[in-house]
């Protein structure tokens, strides 16, 4: 059974400003993301305060992440749903995370909230908004794992 799922990859990249990146997706929007608040607070990404560094940002092997010097590196699930948020479809944000922070594929999130599997492709992809009772079905799922 073939995946519905897209992979998102990067097809260009730049630094606009300290801790802002211009991001042009291969089969998406091209989206200005704003990173400042993270290279603030992780450690990991420390080295990018140095605007000189931030400025020397390249796309990763394949598409898959953006990279600077040093072997700082930033992958694209995480700058999609960053652009997800950029673009005012935090919908679509917020269910992939509660699937990634559930460990849930298609398949184990559609019998989760009992609806297809396609139906979640589209949520997961962006495809169609995100509903408010699937919303809330998520939260509700989380809730019942919790008291399990």
Same mark, same amino acid.
């Given at each position: 059974?073939?995946?519905l799922e897209r992979?998102r990859v990067?097809?260009?990249?730049?630094a606009e400003?300290?801790?802002?990146l211009?991001?042009?997706?291969?089969d998406?929007?091209?989206v200005?993301v704003?990173?400042s +608040?993270d290279?603030?607070? &992780?450690?990991?990404?420390r080295?990018l305060?140095?605007?000189? /560094?931030?400025a $020397? %940002?390249v796309?990763?092997?394949w598409?898959?992440s953006?990279e600077?010097?040093?072997?700082?590196e930033?992958?694209?699930?995480?700058?999609?749903?960053d652009t997800l948020?950029?673009?005012?479809?935090d919908?679509t944000?917020?269910?992939?995370e509660? +699937?990634?922070?559930?460990g &849930?594929?298609?398949?184990a999130?559609a019998?989760?909230?009992g /609806?297809s599997? $396609? %139906?979640v492709?589209y949520?997961?992809?962006?495809?169609?908004?995100?509903p408010?009772?699937?919303q809330?079905?998520?939260?509700?799922?989380e809730a019942?794992?919790?008291?399990?």
């Amino acid at each position: 059974m073939r995946s519905l799922e897209r992979t998102r990859v990067i097809e260009r990249v730049s630094a606009e400003a300290p801790g802002m990146l211009r991001v042009k997706w291969r089969d998406g929007p091209e989206v200005d993301v704003d990173l400042s +608040r993270d290279i603030g607070r &992780l450690n990991a990404l420390r080295s990018l305060r140095n605007p000189a /560094v931030f400025a $020397r %940002a390249v796309v990763g092997e394949w598409g898959h992440s953006v990279e600077w010097p040093d072997d700082v590196e930033i992958g694209s699930g995480s700058l999609w749903r960053d652009t997800l948020s950029a673009i005012g479809r935090d919908d679509t944000r917020g269910f992939l995370e509660w +699937r990634l922070e559930n460990g &849930l594929s298609l398949s184990a999130a559609a019998e989760a909230l009992g /609806v297809s599997r $396609r %139906a979640v492709a589209y949520y997961s992809n962006g495809d169609r908004p995100v509903p408010r009772p699937i919303q809330l079905a998520c939260r509700g799922w989380e809730a019942l794992q919790a008291a399990a």
